[in-house]
């Protein structure tokens, strides 16, 4: 009984974990999304947007 308890914590332990995970790409992407919204013209801005994509793509 102990065992199966221990199993399911773990279970909901890495599922609470994948969801925040995915709910901070969510919010990166909002966030550069914003920032191209709101600054189309810099070229600083957008190398930040590619280096922040690659980061993703590599945490992915």
Same mark, same amino acid.
């Given at each position: 009984m102990?065992?199966?308890?221990?199993?399911?914590?773990?279970?909901?332990?890495?599922?609470?974990?994948?969801?925040?995970?995915?709910?901070?790409?969510? =919010? @990166?992407? =909002?966030?550069?999304?914003?920032?191209?919204?709101?600054?189309?013209?810099?070229?600083?801005?957008?190398?930040?947007?590619?280096?922040?994509m690659? @980061?993703?793509?590599?945490?992915?």
């Amino acid at each position: 009984m102990m065992m199966v308890m221990m199993v399911m914590m773990m279970m909901v332990l890495i599922v609470m974990v994948m969801v925040v995970v995915v709910v901070m790409m969510m =919010v @990166m992407m =909002v966030m550069m999304i914003m920032m191209m919204m709101m600054t189309t013209t810099t070229s600083t801005t957008t190398t930040m947007m590619i280096l922040l994509m690659l @980061m993703v793509w590599w945490w992915w």
